[in-house]
Structures are given as C-alpha cells and as structure tokens.
C-alpha cells in the first residue's frame, strides 16, 4: 500500500487512510517542533494552574472514540512519571462526563480538563466544557486539537484559563479513522506533562521517527500477518499499552465495518473469560513492555496462547528489549534505546493502523470511506443533548 501511487490507491478507496498512517512520522517531528516553540507558554500555564491552589490539581484527559483513548494511553504512565506533587492523572471519556456529569465531576476540587479533539466540534466534547464550566468552581483548560476553526479551539480564544495547542495541520485527518490526530496529540499531552528532561524527549523523538518510518518499509511483513483466513483479531497490552489496545481494536472495528471481530484487554485480565474469543480464526497481538518486569506477563500470555494451538496466529510487537517471545514477534530495528511506554505507543500504533489499513483492502472495503450504511460518520451526528441541572 505505501509503494502504491495515489491513482492506484484511489482506485482501492484508500489514497487519503494510506497518506494520512504514512506521514505520521513527519508530523512527530512537527509537533516536536510545535511544542519547543510554545514551551515557556506551556510552563507558565501550568505555574498559573499549580500555584493557584494547594495540593495537586486534578487533571481530567477527555475526549470521544479515538480522542478518549489517548487520556487511556497516556495516563498510566504519566501517574508515575508526571509532577505528582502538582496534578494527579485521570482518563474520563467525554461520553461519560456528559450522560452522568454528577458523577465524575468535583465541584469543589480544582480541575485542569484537558480536551482532545481532532476536529473539536463533536457534541459531547463541546457539552463537556460547558458542563465542567457549569459545576467546577474551579476550572483551567487545556484544548489539544487539530483544527484551529473547530467549535472547541475557537471558544478558547478569549478565555484566560484555556490554553489551546493546536497540532500540525496535516493531523487533521481527513479520512474516516483517526490516525495522525490520533498520535500527536498522545505525543504533544506526553511532552507536556512529562517530567524527563528536554534531552531525553529529543531522543525519544529520534526513536519514534525511526520506529515508524520501519513499520512503513516492513509492510511486506505486515502482510504476511493477515494472509491466511481470519475473521477475528485480539489486542493485549499492559499498562500505557493496555490503554492503547483500545484504540488499535477500533481501528480494524472501523475500517472493515465490524466485517472483523475484535477484542481488547490486559495481557493478564485476558485469561479470566475474554480468552474464549480465540478460535482458529483469530489473530492474537501482545504490544510487549520495555519493563522487563511487566513483559514477563506479556510474554507470559502469549506462551500460553501460543501452546493451546488453537489461534492462527499469536505476534509480539515491540522492541528487543529483553526476553523474547518464542514465537512470531515483529520487533522494531531500533533498538538501541528503550522507550518508555507511552512513547512505544506510537509507533505500535502505526502497526495497528496498517494491519487495519490492509484487512480493510483485502476484505474489499474502502478505507476512505468504511462505514457503507452511514450509520457511523467522521463526526458523530444524531446526539441530543440535554440541559442539566445540579
């Protein structure tokens, strides 16, 4: 898919998903670029937020679909490497602040909410703000979008405590599935909130640079992965990487219009009854810890799953960065760091998204466009919102 041309990829209904995964990588360096730009604006926000109240500020990551699975990638890993002594992490799906904002939503407790939005105009994000305006008394806003025209961006404009970064403008995917918007804005809330030095956040950089443009020129590998008959895929993932099982599930969900069954869950949580959805049709991936600690559950699973003999398939994503899983592993060349978790996230996504890219072709669905009925859009339409009242 990455060597064919537009006109081809056209042809196949996939010129616009193809573009949008493979130019993830540059979009990293952009948003590097984007967030060493706007750093001391960024630090003296969050001094403003810090030194506002005593004790730590709540931080809710929130956003829809795709956008609320960043909150879940991120915040495992932020919770031990963040400023704990001023915030504390916690991942809330818009979904659920607006159906029931009592009871997430802590009038008394001073709240950074921090919206992801690609385009920033989907209903519950927008109700989402106007709900944590309405019932925090103590508010502060960080919007991480894509489009500086969207409802979310242009309300901040002339609010003193909503900081908008804006990410590079080719992340505002155009596609149906969120892939670019996806990752830099996982990237941009990671660089923000992180406490490691601006050195070792410029290595990491380096890192996935280089991890993701090895997901691109390994798409014969990839292949290789989905050429037999299957009908089900299972994501595992411990930590940041569990949370980002979600998001690498939903892709192949979108892209083949549900046509491919899936599931998500920890690598342990795995055996306590999702492990029945395993037949001979499924394909079963682990994306594996650099915490030798935390991959040896990974490993562990995939031993076990590997020795029922009963899935087609069983793969280790990730680096080689201590014990090995016996069976297939598709292991990133650069190896000669080891990522933190969250950071790993990005290209084990760019993973997920080919491998979803490439089921949704060889089913004969269009990528661009997956969802044939309409009953599932780019923007979510159809929702009624309701006043509320405390």
């Given at each position: 898919m990455f060597e064919k041309s537009a006109a081809e990829l056209t042809k196949l209904?996939?010129?616009?998903?193809?573009?949008?995964?493979?130019?993830?990588?540059?979009?990293?360096?952009?948003?590097?670029?984007?967030?060493?730009?706007?750093?001391?604006?960024?630090?003296?926000?969050?001094?403003?937020?810090?030194?506002?109240?005593?004790?730590?500020?709540?931080?809710?990551?929130?956003?829809?679909?795709?956008?609320?699975?960043?909150?879940?990638?991120?915040?495992?890993?932020?919770?031990?490497?963040?400023?704990?002594?001023?915030?504390?992490?916690?991942?809330?799906?818009?979904?659920?602040?607006?159906?029931?904002?009592?009871?997430?939503?802590?009038?008394?407790?001073?709240?950074?909410?921090v919206s992801?939005?690609?385009?920033?105009?989907?209903?519950?994000?927008?109700?989402?703000?106007?709900?944590?305006?309405?019932?925090?008394?103590?508010?502060?806003?960080?919007?991480?979008?894509?489009?500086?025209?969207?409802?979310?961006?242009?309300?901040?404009?002339?609010?003193?405590?909503?900081?908008?970064?804006?990410?590079?403008?080719?992340?505002?995917?155009?596609?149906?599935?969120?892939?670019?918007?996806?990752?830099?804005?996982?990237?941009?809330?990671?660089?923000?909130?992180?406490?490691?030095?601006?050195?070792?956040?410029?290595?990491?950089?380096?890192?996935?640079v280089a991890m993701g443009d090895d997901v691109i020129a390994r798409e014969d590998t990839l292949q290789s992965y989905i050429a037999d008959d299957f009908d089900r895929i299972t994501y595992l993932g411990s930590g940041s990487l569990d949370g980002l099982t979600r998001e690498a599930q939903l892709k192949i969900l979108e892209l083949t219009a549900g046509q491919v069954a899936t599931v998500f869950d920890t690598s342990m949580g795995f055996r306590h009854g999702p492990k029945s959805f395993v037949n001979d049709k499924t394909l079963v991936f682990d994306f594996i810890s650099n915490d030798a600690y935390t991959r040896d559950y990974d490993i562990d699973v995939l031993a076990e799953i590997d020795g029922d003999h009963i899935a087609q398939r069983v793969v280790a994503i990730g680096q080689d960065a201590g014990r090995h899983f016996a069976g297939d592993n598709f292991l990133f060349n650069r190896n000669d760091v080891s990522l933190p978790e969250a950071y790993l996230a990005l290209p084990d996504v760019m993973v997920a998204q080919t491998l979803a890219l490439l089921t949704s072709v060889k089913i004969g669905n269009k990528p661009d466009t997956p969802s044939p009925t309409g009953t599932v859009n780019r923007v979510v339409k159809g929702v009624i919102l309701h006043d509320y009242e405390a």
């Open positions: 209904g996939a010129e616009i998903t193809t573009r949008e995964i493979k130019q993830q990588p540059e979009l990293w360096r952009e948003a590097w670029t984007n967030y060493e730009r706007q750093q001391p604006e960024i630090e003296a926000f969050l001094k403003k937020v810090s030194e506002s109240v005593t004790g730590p500020v709540r931080v809710i990551f929130t956003g829809a679909g795709t956008s609320a699975y960043v909150g879940d990638t991120i915040t495992p890993y932020l919770n031990r490497q963040g400023d704990r002594h001023q915030f504390y992490f916690e991942a809330l799906p818009t979904t659920s602040l607006v159906s029931s904002p009592a009871d997430y939503f802590e009038p008394d407790t001073p709240t950074l909410l992801f939005a690609r385009s920033g105009n989907s209903p519950e994000s927008v109700k989402t703000v106007e709900l944590a305006e309405q019932l925090v008394h103590q508010l502060y806003q960080l919007t991480i979008t894509c489009a500086p025209e969207g409802h979310l961006a242009k309300r901040a404009e002339d609010e003193d405590n909503n900081l908008v970064l804006l990410q590079p403008a080719r992340s505002n995917d155009q596609g149906f599935a969120m892939t670019g918007s996806f990752s830099c804005m996982t990237l941009t809330a990671l660089l923000v909130f992180d406490t490691a030095s601006h050195a070792d956040k410029a290595q990491w950089i380096d890192d996935i």
